[in-house]
């Protein structure tokens, strides 16, 4: 598949006054922002020629997105931090994916599912490990879903239905600043007819951030507490007294928490919406599989579900394509022929961290910057392959480094929104680079020439 | 004297602004290298905006500015600071077979460093 070129359809036809007056001005309707994983997809862009001067709906960082990723004057590729030729830098790629024993490849959460796609394939030819940021981020979530299963629904759902909401250890007017206009909190929908009115909100988090201020309860954990807390409110909803010890342990009274999980009880349609603070903290799958065991308990009583708050564009992408692939969402291992799922072994931070991953294949992320030290160590002494828009602390170490189009601002393709739904993308103009689907697709090209060769002699 | 604080590393607004303008820009390295605290935990160590606190466990020490946090955000005894490459340097590399390492909500000691500070207090870095 080739990457679709800049629609040309009605999505990108500038609206007849502006592009009368300025041919250089074109609008791109309903474009998808993939900066966070709510994935809007109801922006309007105008761009003049390479730039993005207007984003109308995104919010501010959607905003700092578009605005920022105009085409750097960058070299194509590069090896050992000299430019050098695209074939060049394909064929040391290549090179270095057939010589490794125990590659590793990571990131793939902000890039498109048919990118991702490749790189597995690529990972599968080579037997090595495939591992996305999701280890980093909601990879406890993903174990504790193995464990307890998850009470699921849409966004659209929530919009529609939800009538309680619990954002627990997350703190979405950061970090997804439209999740509560546009899903959640604010929304009219079909069975909350009057918005906010008809919905109560409560937070639950160690800090009093910002979106404290837009719930009607707010819940201050002590931290490495939440899971703790999240049993308390199991024993409740069940009808058992938690031990008193819960209220020194975590800081909140018991009889708030009563009166809270009564209040939840009596909810039509509920949604724990948790973020980072439970997965990230100690306990992590345990923190997960707590809350999503809430979820289920209160069955019970009325409908709740689960979500997990996904940060990445396409981090949700990562996991369904790994799990439809390989059956497991990350940390896998193709090196026997058929994949193994392993958290701990075959996850980066660890493959890294202790000294075993022999190359890497890095697209769109920058562990450099965020891994451990002894991980960072390590990812400096062997051959690494970098594919991103930007530069980076780790295409600056990088053997071979690409510069690459930005996925859904100069590429096409398809994203997944946190929800697990499928969107696609509308470009906004052309890059002189490509696209991640491309030069992984020459790589994987080049390594089944040389695998097939090898055999063949 | 050293003081035992707990460390949630997190995203801001900010953070996420300037990430997109660039990891370089000096508007994202100030986000990404400030502490913040309660204000009473700054007055107790004598602390004010500005003043720079090293910040250290068994994984990584760190100089960095510290400023108060905004309003009643940060109970008495937790520090917060924006991810990304000061934060993960008090990260360590074991994640107990989860795949995921102790990433928010750990302990560090924290002490105060006097303005003279020597240049190599700095945050090592790029
Ligand atoms: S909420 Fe997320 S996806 Fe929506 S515009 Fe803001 S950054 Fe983009």
């Given at each position: 598949m080739a990457t679709p070129a800049v629609p040309s359809g009605d999505s990108s036809a500038g609206t007849p006054t502006?592009?009368?007056?300025?041919?250089?001005?074109?609008?791109?309707?309903?474009?998808?922002?993939?900066?966070?994983?709510?994935?809007?997809?109801?922006?309007?862009?105008?761009?003049?020629?390479?730039?993005?001067?207007?984003?109308?709906?995104?919010?501010?960082?959607?905003?700092?997105?578009?605005?920022?990723?105009?085409?750097?004057?960058?070299?194509?590729?590069?090896?050992?931090?000299?430019?050098?030729?695209?074939?060049?830098?394909?064929?040391?790629?290549?090179?270095?994916?057939?010589?490794?024993?125990?590659?590793?490849?990571?990131?793939?959460?902000?890039?498109?599912?048919?990118?991702?796609?490749?790189?597995?394939?690529?990972?599968?030819?080579?037997?090595?490990?495939?591992?996305?940021?999701?280890?980093?981020?909601?990879?406890?979530?993903?174990?504790?879903?193995?464990?307890?299963?998850?009470?699921?629904?849409?966004?659209?759902?929530?919009?529609?239905?939800?009538?309680?909401?619990?954002?627990?250890?997350?703190?979405?007017?950061?970090?997804?600043?439209?999740?509560?206009?546009?899903?959640?909190?604010?929304?009219?929908?079909?069975?909350?007819?009057?918005?906010?009115?008809?919905?109560?909100?409560?937070?639950?988090?160690?800090?009093?951030?910002?979106?404290a201020k837009a719930v009607d309860i707010f819940l201050q954990v002590k931290p490495r507490s939440d899971f703790e807390l999240a049993w308390a409110m199991r024993a409740l909803v069940r009808g058992i007294e938690p031990d008193p010890s819960v209220e020194r342990k975590t800081g909140v009274s018991l009889e708030v928490l009563r009166d809270v999980v009564e209040r939840m009880k009596q909810a039509r349609f509920g949604v724990i919406l948790f973020g980072m603070g439970l997965t990230m903290t100690r306990g992590k799958h345990l923190n997960s599989e707590a809350v999503l065991a809430l979820a289920r308990d209160l069955n019970r009583h009325t409908r709740w579900t689960a979500k997990p708050m996904r940060g990445h564009g396409n981090v949700t992408g990562a996991d369904n394509v790994v799990s439809w692939t390989t059956g497991y969402p990350f940390g896998v291992n193709l090196g026997r022929g058929y994949p193994r799922f392993n958290p701990g072994e075959f996850t980066t931070a660890d493959l890294l961290a202790r000294g075993e991953a022999d190359a890497a294949l890095i697209i769109a992320s920058d562990p450099m910057s965020n891994f451990s030290q002894p991980a960072r160590e390590h990812l400096k002494r062997i051959p690494v392959i970098v594919l991103d828009p930007k530069e980076t602390e780790t295409s600056r170490i990088a053997t071979v480094a690409f510069t690459t189009a930005t996925y859904g601002i100069n590429t096409g393709g398809t994203v997944y929104r946190m929800d697990d739904v499928p969107i696609p993308l509308r470009p906004a103009f052309d890059s002189p680079y490509r696209s991640d689907y491309e030069i992984l697709k020459a790589i994987e090209w080049r390594v089944r020439e040389k695998q097939l060769a090898a055999s063949a002699g | 004297m050293a003081e035992t604080f707990i460390i949630i590393p997190g995203r801001t607004s900010r953070q996420g602004t300037t990430l997109n303008e660039g990891k370089y820009t000096s508007g994202y390295r100030e986000e990404t290298g400030t502490l913040q605290m309660n204000p009473q935990d700054m007055q107790r160590l004598g602390l004010q905006d500005g003043d720079r606190v090293r910040v250290w466990n068994d994984h990584g020490s760190v100089v960095v500015p510290c400023k108060a946090a905004r309003g009643d955000e940060l109970p008495e005894g937790i520090l917060f600071i924006s991810y990304g490459d000061v934060s993960s340097r008090l990260m360590g590399g074991d994640t107990h077979g989860s795949g995921m390492p102790d990433s928010k909500g750990f302990d560090v000691f924290l002490e105060p460093v006097g303005q003279s500070t020597d240049a190599k207090d700095a945050v090592a870095g790029p």
């Open positions: 502006e592009t009368a007056e300025r041919p250089d001005v074109k609008v791109v309707s309903n474009a998808t922002c993939t900066f966070c994983g709510c994935v809007c997809d109801d922006m309007e862009l105008t761009v003049e020629g390479n730039r993005i001067v207007k984003a109308r709906n995104a919010c501010v960082l959607g905003k700092a997105w578009f605005f920022n990723h105009h085409i750097e004057d960058r070299p194509e590729a590069t090896i050992e931090g000299r430019p050098a030729s695209y074939e060049e830098a394909i064929e040391r790629a290549a090179e270095i994916l057939c010589n490794a024993v125990y590659p590793v490849t990571y990131g793939l959460s902000d890039t498109t599912c048919e990118a991702q796609r490749v790189a597995l394939a690529i990972t599968d030819w080579i037997g090595g490990t495939v591992d996305t940021t999701t280890s980093v981020c909601h990879g406890p979530s993903g174990i504790a879903f193995q464990e307890v299963g998850e009470v699921t629904c849409s966004l659209g759902e929530i919009k529609n239905r939800a009538d309680f909401l619990v954002f627990w250890g997350g703190n979405p007017a950061e970090s997804h600043p439209r999740h509560f206009t546009r899903y959640s909190l604010m929304p009219k929908g079909e069975f909350v007819p009057n918005g906010r009115k008809d919905r109560t909100a409560v937070l639950i988090d160690v800090r009093k951030t910002k979106s | -």
